[in-house]
């Protein structure tokens, strides 16, 4: 055979060999359809304006990715939903009434950044929304901190979200209002009852594996509970740390990205637990109240290390 003709390589690897029965668009586009119970509930406890929010973060996602691909000469891909998901996302993590500017800025930051510099779906090594997060906490510490009253809230916390309010003030929340939502924090993570309308959809059509929101709820009882066991008047019991915050949003939607998670199903438990043991460390030793965002992100970075120590090895070798 001519060596200038095309040349076949054979790739022998082993399991896990990922399939569905869903194609890339249609996963992005579902995962947005099970966000809508959030984002119904950020409208009905924090006003109608979030829906602009909303809106200006997945305008300037699409257009952005547009933007590059056009100018990279790359395909246009914006109609397969995942630029949408991520401005989506990344609104649904923002404060109530949010500066519209900054928002913007963020989903620039999420594409550009978080996505399209690493070669786009696919290739990007955080999740492109909380990195665009991320920037916003260090571009703008103060507005991303501003909480808005919710519409039905309790007196005990109407402006602090829930973890604030027992890190400063030693208040703990009730847990009515904390699976309700009608307690301060962002447009989509205060109603439990919302996410876990999405999350467990997503489950069950098999778009979410279970293991990566069960070890992190697993681990959230277990280091949470160790340290509440161990003075429960300084350390909040897990129940707390479970609805408060913005854990569920992150172990149903952020956690379990599938390019930014294991593919092994050990590897998915170890990626879990390790997630929830940084969110217990942050929360209870760290500056600030919250630590679902940082925790994922730097989980994030260990998934090919996980990866690389948890995939099966073939059939007959050592």
């Given at each position: 055979?001519?060596?200038?003709?095309?040349?076949?390589?054979?790739?022998?690897?082993?399991?896990?060999?990922?399939?569905?029965?869903?194609?890339?668009?249609?996963?992005?586009?579902?995962?947005?359809?099970?966000?809508?119970?959030?984002?119904?509930?950020?409208?009905?406890?924090?006003?109608?304006?979030?829906?602009?929010?909303?809106?200006t973060a997945i305008i300037f996602s699409?257009?952005?990715?547009?933007?590059?691909?056009?100018?990279?000469?790359?395909?246009?891909?914006?109609?397969?939903?995942?630029?949408?998901?991520?401005?989506?996302?990344?609104?649904?993590?923002?404060?109530?009434?949010?500066?519209?500017?900054?928002?913007?800025?963020?989903?620039?930051?999420?594409?550009?950044?978080?996505?399209?510099?690493?070669?786009?779906?696919?290739?990007?090594?955080?999740?492109?929304?909380?990195?665009?997060?991320?920037?916003?906490?260090?571009?703008?510490?103060?507005?991303?901190?501003?909480?808005?009253?919710?519409?039905?809230?309790?007196?005990?916390?109407?402006?602090?979200?829930?973890?604030?309010?027992?890190?400063?003030?030693?208040?703990?929340?009730?847990?009515?209002?904390?699976?309700?939502?009608?307690?301060?924090?962002?447009?989509?993570?205060?109603?439990?009852?919302?996410?876990?309308?999405?999350?467990?959809?997503?489950?069950?059509?098999?778009?979410?594996?279970?293991?990566?929101?069960?070890?992190?709820?697993?681990?959230?009882?277990?280091?949470?509970?160790?340290?509440?066991?161990?003075?429960?008047?300084?350390?909040?019991p897990p129940i707390f740390h479970l609805?408060?915050?913005?854990?569920?949003?992150?172990?149903?939607?952020?956690?379990?990205?599938?390019?930014?998670?294991?593919?092994?199903?050990?590897?998915?438990?170890?990626?879990?637990?390790?997630?929830?043991?940084?969110?217990?460390?942050?929360?209870?030793?760290?500056?600030?109240?919250?630590?679902?965002?940082?925790?994922?992100?730097?989980?994030?970075?260990?998934?090919?290390?996980?990866?690389?120590?948890?995939?099966?090895?073939?059939?007959?070798?050592?």
């Amino acid at each position: 055979m001519d060596e200038k003709q095309t040349k076949y390589s054979f790739e022998y690897r082993t399991s896990p060999h990922l399939h569905s029965k869903f194609s890339t668009s249609q996963v992005m586009w579902l995962v947005n359809l099970s966000l809508l119970p959030c984002l119904i509930s950020g409208v009905i406890l924090f006003g109608a304006y979030q829906l602009v929010i909303v809106l200006t973060a997945i305008i300037f996602s699409i257009l952005t990715e547009f933007l590059i691909q056009k100018f990279t000469k790359q395909k246009i891909t914006i109609s397969d939903g995942s630029a949408f998901l991520t401005g989506l996302l990344l609104a649904l993590t923002l404060p109530p009434n949010f500066s519209l500017s900054a928002t913007a800025i963020g989903a620039i930051f999420a594409i550009g950044i978080g996505k399209q510099v690493f070669g786009g779906l696919g290739y990007n090594i955080f999740n492109p929304a909380l990195a665009g997060r991320a920037f916003l906490q260090a571009a703008f510490p103060v507005e991303i901190t501003t909480w808005t009253k919710p519409a039905y809230s309790v007196d005990a916390v109407t402006s602090a979200t829930p973890l604030a309010a027992f890190k400063y003030d030693r208040v703990l929340t009730e847990l009515k209002p904390l699976i309700v939502g009608n307690v301060g924090g962002c447009i989509g993570e205060t109603s439990a009852i919302a996410i876990l309308a999405g999350g467990i959809f997503l489950i069950l059509i098999g778009i979410v594996n279970y293991r990566i929101p069960l070890a992190m709820i697993i681990g959230i009882f277990l280091f949470g509970g160790i340290f509440n066991l161990i003075d429960p008047a300084k350390y909040p019991p897990p129940i707390f740390h479970l609805f408060a915050g913005g854990f569920l949003l992150g172990a149903f939607f952020m956690a379990t990205d599938y390019v930014t998670s294991p593919i092994s199903s050990k590897g998915m438990w170890i990626y879990g637990l390790g997630i929830s043991l940084v969110i217990i460390i942050i929360r209870l030793f760290g500056g600030v109240p919250e630590g679902v965002m940082y925790s994922i992100l730097f989980m994030n970075a260990f998934v090919p290390l996980i990866n690389r120590y948890t995939l099966p090895k073939p059939f007959g070798m050592k």
